[in-house]
């Protein structure tokens, strides 16, 4: 029958069981602190990484919509100087009304823009483009300046017997009359609507004709703020990004959001509206950002350079845009965060299950090397309890050596 343990026994056991712990808790901590600190750099450089990706993306993203503004908006100002050019030299005779007509209908057949057209400063006006009638040619003759004559061109923009007539307010009174007229220059005119067709906004490039400094016409290019959100919705930004154009008020000059820039009043009338009115949340997210940034309020155009902001919901670039007819926009590239950071956070998580398993297998490597050690240590206390003094020395000797392998 074995005799139960004395004291000294149990003492020596747990001295033994701790003496384990004290070897393998210390190398489980250095395994767990490695494996964090490992996970928190990869964490770091992974959104050091991310967010100067999405700079160069976005970056590359702004200069792709503005070199697309650049080409679109250089392009009507160019038409423009090409028909005062041929106005002025008497290549087109402005008084043939007609002839102009067909001349404006075969350039809207060329380039995408909504409207071509003259007026001169007795009210008389011949556009053509996509009006009430799509490919019209219009025609207000001298003296019946309030009066429209809306033909159906043929296949070769030759005017045809079918015809709209109507009534109109004098377009000498029209922003892209006007406003060509006081600056005696080539401009862009704030948006507006046409008085004959509320249901859209409009700016126009503008150049005047003139002879001995005097305004005596304008010819101009028509652009519809839809048209605009039309070329933003092609340019792809990230999965669910979106282009917001503003004008220095911070009303909405265009976006790719897919909704008209604008909304009808109660009469039909397209109104302007800012950004805050499109109803989607990454805009609201982006506003909410910038006014954190900028202050609420701030005039975005007034920047001088691009802007780059961000937090745990959206990037956000911010370039203004300006040319030397009168543009002054700034152009928000926006991107939710969840664009970038999805591919971050599987990475994440591979990294925590990495991690994970190498932490498991570390500790049960350690426990596996403590009972190795602590198994040698264990027939030493046995051999102490059972052999005198000298003899166990001289087992020692030889023995320590075989218990240690």
């Not at 712990?21 to 450089?45: A, N, T």
């Not at 380039?111 to 007026?119: C, E, I, K, P, R």
């Not at 019946?144 to 005017?159: F, K, M, S, V």
């Not at 994970?356 to 198994?375: E, M, V, W």
Request: hydrophobic share 35%.
């Amino acid at each position: 029958m074995r005799s139960p343990r004395n004291p000294s026994q149990r003492k020596k056991k747990g001295k033994l069981i701790r003496l384990q712990w004290i070897i393998i808790i210390p190398f489980v901590c250095q395994i767990f602190g490695v494996v964090s600190i490992i996970g928190y750099v990869s964490h770091r450089s992974g959104q050091r990484s991310i967010n100067n990706l999405s700079n160069q993306l976005m970056t590359k993203t702004s200069d792709k919509v503005t070199n697309t503004l650049d080409e679109y908006f250089q392009q009507a100002q160019e038409i423009n100087q090409l028909n005062q050019r041929l106005i002025t030299s008497g290549f087109l005779e402005p008084n043939n009304l007609e002839q102009l007509g067909t001349y404006f209908w075969q350039q809207q057949q060329t380039y995408d823009f909504n409207y071509f057209s003259y007026g001169n400063g007795n009210g008389e006006f011949v556009g053509a483009g996509h009006g009430k009638i799509d490919n019209e040619i219009s025609i207000i003759r001298s003296p019946e300046i309030n009066t429209i004559y809306r033909y159906q061109a043929d296949n070769q923009g030759n005017l045809t017997d079918e015809y709209l007539e109507e009534y109109i307010p004098n377009i000498n009174c029209e922003p892209w009359f006007t406003e060509a007229e006081v600056q005696k220059r080539a401009v862009w005119t704030h948006p507006y609507h046409w008085t004959e067709m509320p249901s859209d906004l409009y700016i126009s490039a503008s150049t005047p004709i003139l002879e001995d400094n005097q305004v005596v016409g304008v010819v101009s290019v028509d652009i519809s703020l839809s048209k605009i959100s039309d070329i933003l919705q092609q340019i792809r930004v990230g999965n669910a990004g979106k282009i917001v154009i503003l004008n220095e008020s911070g009303s909405l000059v265009a976006s790719s959001h897919g909704q008209p820039p604008f909304r009808f009043n109660e009469q039909g009338v397209a109104q302007r509206i800012t950004p805050s009115d499109i109803g989607d949340t990454t805009v609201d997210s982006a506003l909410k950002l910038i006014d954190q940034s900028q202050g609420a309020g701030y005039n975005l155009t007034e920047l001088t350079e691009d802007l780059f902001l961000y937090d745990s919901e959206v990037f956000v670039k911010i370039t203004p845009y300006q040319d030397n007819y009168g543009l002054n926009f700034a152009i928000l590239t926006i991107v939710p965060t969840q664009d970038f950071t999805a591919e971050l956070q599987r990475n994440l998580e591979n990294t925590f299950v990495i991690s994970f398993l190498t932490f498991i297998s570390a500790a049960f490597i350690s426990i596996f090397t403590t009972k190795k050690i602590s198994q040698p240590l264990s027939r030493l206390l046995k051999l102490m309890k059972i052999l005198p003094e000298e003899i166990l020395l001289n087992t020692l000797k030889k023995t320590i050596p075989t218990l240690l392998k």
